[in-house]
T-cell receptor
Framework: DQQVKQNSPSLSVQEGRISILNCDYT??????FLWYKKYPAEGPTFLIS?????DKNEDGRFTVFLNKSAKHLSLHIVPSQPGDSAVYFC????????????????FGQGTILTVHP | ETGVTQSPTHLIKTRGQQVTLRCSSQ?????VSWYQQALGQGPQFIFQ???????GRGNFPPRFSGLQFPNYSSELNVNALELDDSALYLC???????????FGPGTRLLVL
């Protein structure tokens, strides 16, 4: 049961344009969402996150949008740069036992972003 | 501030052998989670350790076991290795089972 899905295996974008990466989830208990970027031979690097009480979070060139009713989130990168070429993973998490602690991250399959000069 | 480190970087084992992977958490982080990433897939949660106790486990058999030490470093042990155990093993740390986990570079395990 794939609770987090990234339906686009790859995305190709021209330098300077916008990259939009999409992610869907099925579990309505998820209340925290993250995007990670991964280069070959490295571990995932945390990029940006959003809590379910918000619908947008911005950090420099990166903006994450959350649509809870559609169970959909997206990562916008503007402007895209060749150094952004990597695999992008969407992940989701939920509070455990009604407290403030979080357990596992559930990941999507990843989207390979290629930014052409 | 030191990030998450893992050792070794690469490992080759044969079927039936046992392996131990190591992880040092980021400075100040007391929670460690382990993930398995197969080729072309997203990371899959194995288990989490908090204050030396297992704090949640994914859908992995008992031959996957772990430890967390008083300095918050951690080990992942896999017994009776199978070919399908070939993967990238990732360790992530956080503070007090916090929302955001920070990953190490991973250990690439190949089982022949």
């Amino acid at each position: 049961d794939q609770q987090v899905k990234q339906n686009s295996p790859s995305l190709s974008v021209q330098e300077g344009r916008i990259s939009i990466l999409n992610c869907d989830y099925t579990n309505s208990m998820f209340d925290y969402f993250l995007w990670y970027k991964k280069y070959p031979a490295e571990g995932p690097t945390f990029l940006i996150s959003i809590s379910s009480i918000k619908d947008k979070n911005e950090d420099g060139r990166f903006t994450v949008f959350l649509n809870k009713s559609a169970k959909h989130l997206s990562l916008h990168i503007v402007p895209s740069q060749p150094g952004d070429s990597a695999v992008y993973f969407c992940a989701a998490s939920r509070r455990m036992g009604g407290g403030t602690s979080y357990g596992k991250l559930t990941f999507g399959q990843g989207t390979i972003l290629t930014v052409h000069p | 501030e030191t990030g998450v480190t893992q050792s070794p970087t690469h490992l080759i084992k044969t079927r039936g052998q046992q392996v131990t992977l190591r992880c040092s958490s980021q400075s100040g982080h007391n929670t460690v989670s382990w993930y398995q990433q197969a080729l072309g897939q997203g990371p899959q949660f194995i288990f989490q350790y908090y204050r030396e106790e297992e704090n949640g486990r994914g859908n992995f058999p008992p031959r996957f076991s772990g430890l967390q030490f008083p300095n918050y470093s951690s080990e992942l042990n896999v017994n009776a290795l199978e070919l399908d155990d070939s993967a990238l093993y990732l360790c992530a740390s956080s503070v007090d089972r916090g929302k955001t986990q920070y990953f190490g570079p991973g250990t690439r395990l190949l089982v022949l």
